[in-house]
């Protein structure tokens, strides 16, 4: 089985800062990209940043951001493995939504890359 937890949500104020963290653990055989998602009330699920890497080992590899937050937000490993971490800066009141981790992993049961999705954390930008 393979898990995504996430944490770091919370409540902050316009301009203020939030980093979330995500893990991936489990019987994993390559992550091939981790990535963050958000969902606003009445809104589809966007994306908001990933990180792309055809490793094994889960490095090197690309970035790409939604324009919204280009500039503001960061997407970076963690130092243990398969972790990823969203700093975001001078957040915003529209930045509220839950954000969700998604993987795109190969386990060592299937082989076969699936994506795999965290619980989710609520991020709240208070005016």
């Known amino acids: 089985q393979v898990q995504l937890v996430e944490s770091g949500g919370g409540l902050v104020q316009s301009g203020g800062s939030l980093r979330l963290s995500c893990a991936a653990s489990?019987?994993?055989?390559?992550?091939?990209?981790m990535g963050w998602y958000r969902q606003a009330p009445g809104k589809q699920r966007e994306l908001v940043a990933i990180?792309?890497?055809?490793?094994?080992?889960?490095?090197?590899?690309?970035?790409d951001y939604a324009d919204s937050v280009k500039g503001r937000f960061t997407i970076s490993r963690g130092s243990a493995a398969n972790t990823v971490y969203l700093q975001m800066n001078s957040l915003k009141p529209e930045d509220t939504a839950v954000y969700y981790c998604?993987?795109?992993?190969?386990?060592?049961?299937?082989?076969?890359?699936?994506?795999?999705w965290g619980q989710g954390t609520q991020v709240t930008v208070s005016s």
């Open positions: 998604k993987g795109k992993i190969v386990p060592r049961t299937s082989w076969a890359p699936s994506d795999y």
């Open positions: 489990g019987n994993i055989y390559s992550v091939n990209a």
């Open positions: 990180i792309n890497s055809g490793g094994i080992t889960f490095s090197g590899g690309t970035t």
